[in-house]
């Protein structure tokens, strides 16, 4: 996220404070103080993770408190994998159909898939990674590939951990 | 004390060569199997009735039914461990409740009528003030009842999770070791006499959720039958995808898992990451128990096995003999 605080001492740690406060890890700050020296406030770039979707609202909040004020928030990365593994004809009922159930989605994709047919006619097998932004979002990209799997008699191997 | 024995398969002469081998103090009145029974208040001569069955001839007398050995022999604690049958546990059932109703102590091997009518044995025994005891129906020599009921008593189980079947493990392993199919692998098993002929029971994960259903009912108060375990077995799994878990250090294992309090019966393969403490070689059976105060716990040992499974067997009597009956 993009934050913009007035350009005094103790901002930036008044900036980052509210973060630990909620349970969330700096990845990185960015602070670009020259190509904003003419104006009286402080652009500072963060990089972080939070635990859990609910968090954000309230880390915005607190830092609204602390008179900092957020001028964007940038992309969400997918911080959730999970690995399964698939069996049956995946070919004949159209991987790339189950691979877009999951996708289009909006809010988690399959990363990586490794594919191994042994023969012509013989189930074969593959190994799909899923990313998601949230535990949430997670649990409703398994559903998906559950119910998928159901409809297209394939069989799942989920992890015994869960996400 | 003295006991009778219903079953003189694998369990019931392990039990036999155990009380012979070492000093258990224990008389056995009464003995019977599908075909003959014997019943002597001064003591069977266990030796003899091995050599016997061993021989192919029939233990006792084929006029002496279990029934009558159940009803008429003189005893403490009957010790059931006839084959288990999971659609209604008869003719078991009927022996478990007959000697509870004459206030004898029941300690059995036997799934089907634990799985199937735990809630009114346990019920029918604490009328008769007598102890019901079934170790040896989950996981064999490994005293997970026990450990649960007596050594964790206080604290509460949020998960448990583990491999409750040795056949599927053995199976499992091998096709990981290997890359044998899952066909090569059964047929490896049978060899072994690690499947039966017909091999549903434990391939379909049907023996790990009826394990799942009296964990659920007799130590976690749940109210469950086989109907309410999701289950899936290992039949459809390819070397290929166990080569794909290998890829990422993982493996494939059948897993049967509670989760009490979200109502979580399932049996299926999960991958599994190879440093897993459940993750145990060839027959070995290995279950993960969460707990609040403990943390959790993973106990590895033999699920299968005559003298295995008599070690549990012979573990519930002495525990009954400690605590219950005067005398021997």
């Known amino acids: ?163 | 004390m003295r006991i009778v024995i219903l079953g003189f398969g694998s369990v019931g002469r392990g039990i036999a060569r155990a009380i012979l081998a070492k000093n258990l103090d224990l008389t056995v009145t009464g003995l019977a199997d599908s075909r003959s029974g014997l019943i002597d208040p001064a003591g069977i001569d266990l030796l003899a009735a091995l050599d016997r069955k061993g021989n192919g001839d029939l233990c006792g007398n084929p006029d002496v039914s279990p029934a009558d050995v159940v009803a008429k022999a003189d005893y403490d604690v009957l010790v059931e461990v006839t084959p288990t049958n999971v659609d209604d546990g008869e003719p078991a059932l009927g022996y478990i409740r007959a000697a509870l109703g004459r206030s004898k102590h029941v300690v059995t091997s036997n799934k089907g009528p634990i799985a199937l009518a735990y809630p009114e044995l346990r019920d029918l025994a604490a009328a008769n003030g007598v102890f019901l005891k079934y170790e040896a129906t989950v996981c064999g020599a490994i005293p997970l009842i026990h450990a649960m009921q007596e050594g964790l008593a206080g604290n509460t189980i949020s998960r448990l999770y583990g491999v409750f079947n040795g056949t599927c493990n053995y199976i499992l392993t091998r096709m990981a070791e290997d890359s044998l199919t899952y066909e090569q692998a059964l047929a490896e098993a049978r060899e072994l006499g690690y499947a039966e002929a017909d091999p549903t029971y434990d391939v379909e994960g049907i023996d790990a959720a009826i394990k799942l259903v009296i964990l659920a009912n007799a130590i976690l108060d749940m109210r469950t039958t086989l109907d309410d375990v999701e289950r899936t077995g290992i039949t459809l799994l390819t070397p290929e995808a166990l080569r794909l878990a290998e890829d990422q250090d993982c493996t494939i294992r059948l897993i049967g898992e509670i989760v009490p309090e979200a109502g979580v019966l399932r049996v299926s393969p999960r991958i599994v990451a190879k440093a897993h403490p459940l993750v145990v070689e060839g027959t070995l059976n290995a279950v993960t128990v969460e707990t609040d105060l403990a943390g959790d716990l993973t106990f590895i040992g033999k699920g299968a096995g005559s003298t295995e499974t008599a070690s549990a067997v012979i573990g519930d009597l002495l525990y009954i003999r400690e605590r219950h009956v005067q005398g021997s």
Do not use: F, W
């Open chain 1, 1 to 163: 996220m993009k934050l913009e605080m007035r350009d005094q001492p103790g901002q930036l740690v008044a900036a980052l404070q509210p973060i630990s406060a909620v349970g969330g890890n700096i990845i990185a700050v960015i602070h670009q103080r020259e190509t904003l020296a003419a104006t009286e406030t402080l652009d500072v770039q963060i990089v972080l993770e939070l635990p859990e979707e609910g968090s954000l609202p309230k880390l915005l909040e607190l830092l609204r408190e602390q008179g900092v004020s957020v001028v964007r928030i940038g992309e969400q990365r997918l911080l959730y994998e999970c690995t399964l593994i698939t069996i049956g004809h995946l070919m004949h009922t159209d991987l790339s159909d189950t691979v877009d159930r999951i996708d289009t989605t909006g809010s988690a994709e399959v990363t990586d898939l490794s594919l191994a047919m042994p023969a012509i006619n013989s189930p074969s097998s593959a190994r799909i990674t899923i990313r998601s932004t949230t535990r949430e979002e997670m649990k409703k990209a398994i559903r998906i590939l559950r119910g998928v799997a159901e409809q297209k008699d394939l069989l799942i191997i989920e992890p015994l951990e869960g996400v």
